[in-house]
């Protein structure tokens, strides 16, 4: 019995001193590829990770490159997320390279489509919480009632955003292509679409401006990622709204999230000129 005691007092002893780290679970190392992807993360692990986000909101998603910081994050992170355009990109593909790192597990979210679009953006909580339950077994009940209500909150948002469209239902636009799946969604027709910024020149525009010669337009939405400006000459000559969207959470201040980044453009599609 007093060897017992006095093993147990030794174990006491030896557990106060031990680092605070070593006591509680290594929070997950995750790389996402996107704000889509780590706007996600954060809400379904409710700060029990640590995130490195490679393209912020306002950036290009193909034209932006990892910083030194992001290499040393990288060799010691668990899990990277990305999208399936992203696996070859330099920016990723001479990060896995360089870190080398073999405990480095690589997921790929697939959904098509635009996320900003509710059925879509389910899709993406979906595939994303079966990553992250499967890399962190012991918090899966947790990420899956976070899931759930995230899942919650999308059809609410859903909801009140188609609510909120009923006056634009209908309206004929042009639109970048990049918003294009949305603006349908978003209950519009889309008469015509253009690419980035660098793909518009004067012939694009006047092909655009021929096709639409005999038909009402009520304005043309650019994709702010792509070039907030790409269709503006087509707006002024037109004489109709232009209006920015953006695909990306984080892109400005009033939209941190995927709830607040659609209702942003929710309100921005208002603009729209009545015909």
Not at 92 to 120: F, H, Q
Not at 137 to 154: E, F, M, N, V
Not at 233 to 256: I, K, Q, R, Y
């Amino acid at each position: 019995m007093k060897e017992n005691s006095i093993f147990n007092f030794l174990l006491g002893l030896s557990l106060i001193f031990l680092p605070a780290t070593a006591l509680a679970a290594e929070p997950l190392r995750i790389i996402a590829g996107t704000s889509l992807i780590s706007d996600i993360v954060a809400d379904l692990t409710q700060g029990k990770s640590q995130i490195l986000t490679l393209i912020q909101g306002s950036s290009c998603p193909g034209h932006e490159n990892a910083s030194t910081g992001d290499y040393v994050f990288a060799a010691k992170a668990n899990l990277l997320i990305i999208h399936p355009f992203q696996r070859n990109l330099q920016q990723v593909s001479a990060m896995i390279a360089a870190v080398d790192n073999s405990t480095l597990k690589i997921i790929e979210v697939s959904p098509r489509g635009s996320w900003l679009i509710p059925e879509i953006q389910k899709q993406a909580v979906a595939e994303i919480a079966a990553a992250l339950e499967q890399a962190a077994p012991d918090t899966a009940q947790h990420i899956g009632q976070q899931a759930q209500l995230r899942l919650q909150k999308i059809d609410a948002v859903g909801t009140e955003c188609r609510s909120l469209l009923a006056a634009q239902h209908g309206k004929r636009v042009i639109s970048a292509n990049m918003q294009a799946d949305f603006a349908r969604w978003a209950g519009l027709e889309v008469v015509q679409t253009f690419g980035r910024a660098e793909d518009i020149n004067a012939r694009v525009l006047t092909d655009i401006l021929s096709a639409v010669k005999n038909t009402p337009v009520s304005g043309v939405i650019d994709n702010y990622q792509s070039g907030a400006d790409a269709g503006l000459p087509l707006a002024l000559e037109l004489g109709v709204a232009h209006v920015v969207l953006s695909n990306f959470p984080g892109s400005s201040d009033d939209a941190p999230d995927y709830f607040s980044l659609l209702r942003h453009n929710v309100q921005q599609l208002h603009k729209l000129t009545k015909q």
